[in-house]
Every structure is written in C-alpha cells, then in structure tokens.
C-alpha cells in the first residue's frame, strides 16, 4: 500500500479538523489547507500510480454507473412533468456526490478519518464541489438533445480524460470528465475519493410560476 500520510499531513489536517470544529471560524483560508493537503497526498501517491491503479478504475466504473442512473432518473422526471405544467418555466436540476459517509474501503480508518471527510466534502471548503462532481450540473430542459456519453465527456477524442496521470498506465481507461472535476479542479486528494464506491443524488425541480 502506498504511504498516503507523514508527519507534514497530519499537522496539516490536525489544522483542518481544528478549524472546520471551531464555530467562530470563517472559510477565508481553508482551501488553501486543503488545496496544501491535496499537492502533498497526490505528489506521494501518483509517484506509485500502480498500486492504486484497481481503485481508479473501479472508482471510474462505479461514479459512470451513478451518473447513468441520475441521467436517466432526470429525464424520466423530467419527461413525467414536461406536459402537465402550462405556462410556467419549468427546470429540473440532477447533482451527484460522493456518498455523505466516509469510504470503507479507505486504508486509513477512525473517527478522526470521519471528521476530516466531512471537511473536504464541506462546499464552503471545497466550494466547486457545491453542484456536486459535474461541471456543470445537468439541467432539463436545456441538456434535453445531451446524451449521456456527452454528458459524461466521452463524444471527445481521445475519450478518456487522464490529465496530470501517468499518460501510458492510464492510455485505456476511458477515465471520465467527473473523475477529471474531482482529481483537477477541485481539493480532494485522489486518495479522498477513489475508495467511494456508493454516491448521492439530488434531484430538484424548480417551477417559476407567473401569477
């Protein structure tokens, strides 16, 4: 198993959990912890991108398999609705996320694990995570004609969105423009997310009525 923790990080989360357990504490700086935390795990562990290579792709197997669900949900809501609503602006809205309970498949276990999950996954922390793991979120009507590969970025070639990874151990895994959200642009270590296997979905339908 890669070594995904020193002394350095710890201080660094002792830090985070400090902060996020203490009320009187605004976000102003807390992205930066995170943004230090997440350069240092992922500077020790894509040194080894072998080893967690499995958890990659079962990872991107498991977060594509809960994006087709809340695709399809979305427009079977959306499609149950679309008719019945007269002269109103109707929008429906599908988020996903990563599962709200910290990953049993995490190497590193306890309560203290529990706490520094409900950080990172905190939106004032990690504000692009607002709108859950897609950039940007699936709305009907507008992403009626999107389907589902270009929702997921595989309509571009090469389909496999593998920025900043080992380019020859990566070149087959049709890694898809979610994993690349939550790996690039947003402060999760890759270590954060790729044990989640379960995930969250929130679909809401927003209508504008005149009156």
């Given at each position: 198993?890669?070594?995904?923790?020193?002394?350095?990080?710890?201080l660094i989360e002792r830090e985070i959990l400090w902060k996020y357990n203490d009320t009187r504490h605004d976000y102003s700086d807390c992205d930066c912890l995170l943004s230090l935390r997440k350069s240092m795990i992922n500077k020790r562990v894509l040194a080894h991108q072998e080893e967690i290579l499995p958890d990659i792709?079962?990872?991107?197997?498991?977060?594509?398999?809960?994006?087709?669900?809340?695709?399809?949900?979305?427009?079977?809501?959306?499609?149950?609705?679309?008719?019945?609503?007269?002269?109103?602006?109707?929008e429906v809205t599908a988020k996903c996320f990563l599962s709200y309970d910290y990953p049993k498949l995490h190497p590193l276990q306890g309560e203290e694990r529990e706490e520094l999950w409900g950080a990172v996954c905190d939106s004032g922390w990690n504000p692009l995570y607002d709108d859950g793991v897609t950039l940007p979120t699936l709305t009907l009507p507008s992403d009626t004609?999107?389907?589902f590969d270009t929702f997921i970025g595989m309509d571009c070639p090469p389909p496999n969105w593998?920025?900043?990874?080992?380019?020859?151990?990566?070149?087959?895994?049709?890694?898809?423009?979610?994993?690349?959200?939550?790996?690039?642009?947003?402060?999760?270590?890759?270590?954060?997310f790729i044990y989640v296997r379960k995930f969250e979905t929130e679909i809401n339908i927003e209508i504008n009525k005149k009156v």
């Open positions: 198993m890669v070594q995904i923790s020193d002394y350095d990080i710890e792709i079962a990872f991107n197997d498991a977060l594509r398999d809960a994006l087709k669900e809340m695709y399809d949900r979305a427009h079977s809501i959306w499609d149950s609705i679309k008719d019945n609503v007269w002269g109103d602006n109707v004609n999107e389907d593998n920025e900043g990874l080992d380019q020859k151990l990566t070149k087959d895994l049709h890694l898809i423009s979610a994993f690349h959200n939550l790996f690039d642009h947003m402060n999760f270590a890759i270590t954060d």
